[in-house]
């Protein structure tokens, strides 16, 4: 279950962003909805709670609240929030690598040593190299996402 429901969480707004306006169907007509073809949809929305109960966490979790409900369950981390590497102070010809599936990302910077500055924030950009203010180290972002229009909700 919670393997189909990290697939069904993992790259949708980058399928929508590809997508070009299609002709739409009404889901009556689709083949899936009136056969048994393929795998049953996954459930990113939980089952809800008996009449007359309060209902638990899992029961009335949705979306990647319950994705995150679920990967703990198993025992597997979904968000990555690991720290960067603070071992040393990255430069423009060696800088801190930041992994990110999306064309930017927040990071915050605590200096080199890890915790010798105030926590400082910016944002990282695909094609640019960012740099704390405070302690001068440099931060590129490895994008391992797949290349799409920059559409944004």
Known sequence: MFASALRAAVRP????ARQTLKPARAFSVSARARSDHGPPPPQLFGPGAKPGTVPTDIEQATGLERLQLLGQLEGVSV??????DSSRL???????????????????CSGVPADSHEVLWFTLKKDKIGRC???????KLDFQGEEHEEHHH
């Open 13 to 16: 707004a980058a399928r929508a």
């Open 79 to 84: 968000f990555d929030d690991q720290p960067l």
């Open 90 to 108: 990255g430069t423009k010809a060696d800088p801190v690598l930041v992994l990110s599936y999306d064309t930017e990302r927040l990071v915050g």
């Open 133 to 139: 203010t405070e302690c001068g180290s440099v931060y």
